[in-house]
T-cell receptor
Framework: KAGVTQTPRYLIKTRGQQVTLSCSPI?????VSWYQQTPGQGLQFLFE???????NKGNFPGRFSGRQFSNSRSEMNVSTLELGDSALYLC?????????????FGPGTRLLVL | DQQVKQNSPSLSVQEGRISILNCDYT??????FLWYKKYPAEGPTFLIS?????DKNEDGRFTVFLNKSAKHLSLHIVPSQPGDSAVYFC?????????????FGKGTLLTVNP
């Protein structure tokens, strides 16, 4: 069974731009969660999508948004990029929602904002 | 204000001995507790979890202990193997209804020496 895939793997943007990251979950998984990892803050939960609906949300500003498609693929969008948005963005998939199921992480997208 | 603390940034043990990784949390309303490990350049991997209604959960060489009165979580690895060398994150689930979120500790780097 193929694992979680994320595209692109690396991205360089400038302040003020927007970016869209993509995540394809493991086949059959309906939950996709997004996380931001930085050296200073560690791993932080952004949000979770299940059956095309946002189910749970962390403490990030509205510039961070996401969506999920009917095939469970998910995208995360960050608008008006700031230097502090430079991070590794991870997505994880699981069978069910609410974050207690085993989550399988992708390799991440490394975003650099200049 | 860190709700989840892993006070030891690193831990070094000999192969075959026990590794004990610790995690403290502040909110008694957290209801689910998880451990992940992460190798460099890879996404985290789920290890083991425990709900707040239990105080111990075992899976092979890995055992998680939950002490709710002390708000303390620990992961025991017995026997430790060199392949266990990685960063270990504890995570807790809080919230409820449709607003759960995971909060992670900053991680502990475990090195198992042959």
């Amino acid at each position: 069974k193929a694992g979680v895939t994320q595209t692109p793997r690396y991205l360089i943007k400038t302040r003020g731009q927007q970016v869209t990251l993509s995540c394809s979950p493991i086949s059959g998984h309906r939950s996709v969660s997004w996380y931001q990892q930085t050296p200073g803050q560690g791993l932080q939960f952004l949000f979770e999508y299940f059956s095309e609906t946002q189910r749970n949300k962390g403490n990030f500003p509205g510039r961070f948004s996401g969506r999920q498609f009917s095939n469970s693929r998910s995208e995360m969008n960050v608008s008006t990029l700031e230097l502090g948005d430079s991070a590794l963005y991870l997505c994880a998939s699981s069978l069910r929602a609410h974050l207690t199921e085993t989550q399988y992480f992708g390799p991440g997208t490394r975003l650099l904002v200049l | 204000d860190q709700q989840v603390k892993q006070n030891s940034p690193s831990l070094s043990v000999q192969e075959g001995r026990i590794s004990i990784l610790n995690c403290d949390y502040t909110n008694s309303m957290f209801d689910y507790f998880l451990w992940y490990k992460k190798y460099p350049a890879e996404g985290p991997t789920f290890l083991i979890s425990i709900s707040s209604i239990k105080d111990k959960n075992e899976d092979g060489r890995f055992t998680v202990f939950l002490n709710k009165s002390a708000k303390h979580l620990s992961l025991h690895i017995v026997p430790s193997q060199p392949g266990d060398s990685a960063v270990y994150f504890c995570a807790v689930r809080g919230g409820g209804g449709s607003n759960y979120k995971l909060t992670f500790g900053k991680g502990t780097l475990l090195t198992v020496n042959p």
